[in-house]
């Protein structure tokens, strides 16, 4: 027995060869299923990272939104700060304007100017453009008022505003009736 044991070859088999299976539909549907419950199974945590990978996307937009949110109104903080130093440096430029017109009129020549006269000088950066226009407005105060005495030579000279006091348009006015109405009293 023990030399049939030690002799004996082992039978290889040869794979049996399948001709045309027949399946039924119940296997088909074990099949299908089975493939399913695989692919399903791959992609179990597909839905979680989607909501994981969407959630991301949006936080990014946000994110941006609020950049861009923050960089408009940055630009709109700077519009306005530019904006009021526009008009600063225009107040000031008539501040100074003002200011070069004032010291003009503090001259003693312009001391006696009523007001409505000293409105007519206009605003300058150019003190040489306001001084003449002081002058043209003392000018016109003086004809408009007849502002003119004899000296001792009998030439007509004309009076310094210091020499006449008077303060508004309706003094002057009142002045000149009073003038007139004196020279038609005169002549009947």
Do not use: C, W
Not at 29 to 56: C, H, I, N, P, R
Not at 83 to 96: F, P, Q
Not at 118 to 124: H, M, W
């Amino acid at each position: 027995m023990a030399d049939d044991i030690s002799t004996q070859e082992p039978e290889i088999k040869e794979p049996e060869k399948q001709t045309n299976r027949v399946f039924t539909q119940s296997d088909v549907d074990k099949l299908v299923a089975e493939q399913v419950k695989k692919a399903v199974s791959d992609f179990a945590d597909y839905g979680e990272t989607k909501k994981q990978l969407q959630q991301m996307q949006e936080e990014k937009k946000k994110a941006e939104l609020e950049k861009l949110d923050e960089v408009e109104r940055l630009k709109a903080e700077l519009e306005e700060a530019s904006r009021y130093k526009t008009e600063l440096e225009a107040v000031r430029a008539e501040h100074k304007k003002a200011q070069i017109k004032q010291s003009v009129l503090n001259d003693t020549k312009f001391a006696g100017l009523p007001r409505a006269y000293k409105q007519l000088i206009p605003l300058s950066e150019d003190e040489n453009l306001v001084k003449e226009e002081a002058e043209k407005a003392l000018e016109e105060f003086r004809r408009d008022t007849g502002a003119t005495v004899k000296d001792t030579f009998g030439i007509k000279q004309i009076k310094t505003a210091d020499d006449i006091k008077v303060s508004a348009p309706s003094d002057i006015a009142n002045s000149l009736r009073a003038k007139l109405a004196e020279k038609l009293n005169s002549r009947k």
